[in-house]
């Protein structure tokens, strides 16, 4: 006898043929229901139903690019209004503060905001590895797996302080051996690579101006010793074009062809500063891009060409980066950014509210490498975000999927993480949000004081 959950007569669903709504058993979708429709259920099975009448349905949503320990220096005095490499300059100091208790708390924020939002994957870049927190990632896993959230986790790193030519400072680096005696240790103790994995771990040296090209080669050649993924930032601004070229002699993709990236098993933050050549190039070698428009505008850093990188062959997804640069971590926002965003750079008739959805759904899952998230389809895991169009701004709203991106929504009322539901009415169980943003709110103070 099964026991089943029928997602029932959604007020409307991102999947074809669902308008009955979905069926759950376990983890995964067992069926979609078409319009005046019922499961094919035996009657044997016991059927839980949940009534989405008022709900729109999406596939959760895939955040393919964040830096979690930001929510503490949110709006910072000293990094505001300023460009990536000042900013960069400004925050490198207070965040050579981080202590375990710091990450903890950043952590869990910073996925219960995710989750709130409508994003049941998570993928963090954590590179900064103070004498204070050397097992960063360990509290992750442990904060992921409290809260029931499925995450991508990449052991970043820094090796290149400003000593040796880099822009960080020398208290956030740590030298290769460590580097990649951790990264292993942190694959062989928790990377899930079979199908409805909750914890998958990536290889993610920071950027090209903050480790050597020693690092970047060997963190490929590991990656590919245990078949985990590789992620950096990359071509984020015209700086870094002007680094690589001062530093390499090379612009950042002939670098990054150089030390073996130039593959499928790489996806990379920003990619705003691409030449046609260089499109053409990542596409063919099925690169994935996070775009991560929010931060891309805060930080005046440029537009990425989604739709001429997607037509070459490469994956797009979405992230919403850090909460310094971002100053926020909302999936749901960060997907009407994007198509507000990449309206400036293409007609409205190519940028649709369906474009948004599949990169933050669809596309991010193939960053991921994951062919088990991302869509409403039988066999895939249950990852529901259900919102309901209950506030002033959507009254009025015709088509209620537009409505969702064009009148701006902020939070789910549901959310459901492989077969579980981790959010309801609006609110993640046995979670005192309260005590977390007291607790978490302070440490922050205390972070962004040790620059005064």
Same mark, same amino acid.
């Given at each position: 006898?099964?026991?089943? +959950?029928?997602?029932?007569?959604?007020?409307?669903?991102?999947?074809?043929?669902?308008?009955?709504?979905?069926?759950?058993?376990?983890?995964?979708?067992?069926?979609?229901?078409?319009?005046?429709?019922?499961?094919?259920?035996?009657?044997?099975?016991?059927? !839980?139903?949940?009534?989405?009448?008022?709900?729109?349905?999406?596939?959760?949503?895939?955040?393919?690019?964040?830096?979690?320990?930001?929510?503490?220096? #949110? /709006?910072?005095?000293?990094?505001?209004?300023?460009?990536?490499?000042?900013? *960069?300059?400004?925050?490198?100091?207070?965040?050579?503060?981080?202590?375990?208790?710091?990450?903890?708390?950043?952590? !869990?924020?910073?996925?219960?905001?995710?989750?709130?939002?409508?994003?049941?994957?998570?993928? %963090?870049?954590?590179?900064?590895?103070?004498?204070?927190?050397?097992?960063?990632?360990?509290?992750?896993?442990?904060?992921?797996?409290?809260?029931?959230? @499925?995450?991508?986790?990449?052991?970043?790193?820094?090796?290149?302080?400003?000593?040796?030519?880099?822009?960080?400072?020398?208290?956030?680096?740590?030298?290769?051996?460590?580097? *990649? &005696?951790?990264?292993? @240790?942190?694959?062989?103790?928790?990377?899930?690579?079979?199908?409805?994995?909750?914890?998958?771990?990536?290889?993610?040296?920071?950027?090209?101006?903050?480790?050597?090209?020693?690092?970047?080669?060997?963190?490929?050649?590991? /990656? #590919?010793?245990?078949?985990?993924?590789?992620?950096?930032?990359?071509?984020?601004?015209?700086?870094?074009?002007?680094?690589?070229?001062?530093?390499?002699?090379?612009?950042?993709?002939?670098?990054?062809? %150089?030390?073996?990236?130039?593959?499928?098993?790489?996806?990379?933050?920003?990619?705003?500063?691409?030449?046609?050549?260089?499109?053409?190039?990542?596409?063919?070698?099925?690169?994935?891009?996070?775009?991560?428009?929010?931060?891309?505008?805060?930080?005046?850093?440029?537009?990425?060409? +989604?739709?001429?990188?997607?037509?070459?062959?490469?994956?797009?997804?979405?992230?919403?980066?850090?909460?310094?640069?971002?100053?926020?971590?909302?999936?749901?926002?960060?997907?009407?950014?994007?198509?507000?965003?990449?309206?400036?750079?293409?007609?409205?008739?190519?940028?649709?509210?369906?474009?948004?959805?599949?990169?933050? +759904?669809?596309?991010?899952? #193939?960053? *991921?490498?994951?062919? &088990?998230?991302?869509?409403?389809?039988?066999?895939?895991?249950?990852?529901?975000?259900?919102?309901?169009?209950?506030?002033? =701004?959507?009254?009025?709203?015709?088509?209620?999927?537009? /409505?969702?991106?064009?009148?701006?929504?902020?939070?789910?009322?549901?959310?459901?993480?492989?077969? %579980?539901? =981790?959010?309801?009415?609006?609110?993640?169980?046995?979670?005192?949000?309260?005590?977390?943003?007291?607790?978490?709110? #302070?440490?922050?103070?205390?972070?962004?004081?040790?620059?005064?």
């Amino acid at each position: 006898m099964a026991h089943l +959950t029928w997602i029932k007569n959604p007020l409307a669903i991102l999947a074809e043929n669902a308008e009955g709504g979905i069926v759950v058993e376990d983890q995964e979708i067992v069926e979609l229901v078409p319009a005046g429709g019922s499961p094919a259920a035996s009657s044997d099975d016991q059927i !839980t139903i949940f009534d989405a009448s008022y709900h729109v349905v999406l596939p959760g949503l895939i955040n393919v690019h964040h830096h979690f320990y930001q929510t503490l220096t #949110r /709006a910072c005095p000293v990094a505001i209004n300023k460009p990536l490499f000042p900013w *960069l300059k400004s925050l490198y100091p207070l965040w050579a503060e981080l202590d375990g208790e710091m990450m903890g708390q950043a952590s !869990t924020l910073a996925l219960a905001e995710s989750m709130l939002s409508g994003c049941t994957t998570a993928s %963090d870049h954590h590179y900064l590895f103070p004498k204070a927190l050397p097992d960063a990632i360990d509290i992750q896993v442990k904060q992921a797996n409290m809260l029931g959230v @499925r995450v991508h986790l990449t052991r970043g790193s820094m090796s290149l302080g400003v000593d040796q030519g880099g822009l960080p400072p020398q208290s956030t680096v740590q030298d290769e051996d460590t580097i *990649l &005696d951790d990264s292993e @240790r942190l694959i062989n103790l928790y990377h899930d690579p079979n199908p409805g994995s909750m914890v998958q771990i990536a290889l993610a040296p920071c950027s090209p101006f903050s480790v050597s090209t020693e690092l970047m080669k060997s963190s490929a050649l590991l /990656a #590919r010793k245990y078949g985990v993924r590789l992620h950096t930032h990359l071509a984020e601004t015209h700086d870094e074009t002007e680094f690589c070229l001062s530093m390499f002699g090379r612009r950042p993709v002939d670098y990054l062809e %150089d030390v073996g990236w130039l593959a499928d098993d790489v996806w990379l933050a920003h990619g705003i500063h691409f030449n046609d050549e260089e499109i053409v190039r990542l596409g063919k070698a099925g690169v994935g891009i996070a775009h991560c428009p929010s931060s891309n505008m805060i930080l005046s850093s440029g537009i990425a060409r +989604t739709l001429e990188l997607e037509k070459a062959g490469s994956p797009v997804g979405l992230g919403v980066d850090g909460s310094a640069s971002n100053d926020g971590s909302n999936m749901i926002q960060e997907v009407r950014q994007a198509l507000l965003l990449q309206r400036l750079r293409y007609d409205a008739s190519e940028i649709t509210h369906q474009s948004a959805y599949r990169w933050a +759904t669809e596309g991010s899952a #193939r960053c *991921l490498g994951r062919d &088990d998230i991302g869509k409403l389809k039988v066999g895939n895991q249950a990852d529901l975000a259900l919102f309901k169009l209950d506030e002033p =701004r959507f009254s009025g709203s015709g088509d209620p999927l537009a /409505a969702l991106v064009l009148c701006g929504a902020h939070q789910v009322d549901a959310l459901m993480i492989a077969g %579980d539901w =981790r959010v309801r009415d609006g609110e993640i169980p046995d979670l005192d949000m309260a005590e977390l943003m007291h607790h978490h709110h #302070r440490l922050g103070l205390k972070l962004q004081a040790s620059s005064v």
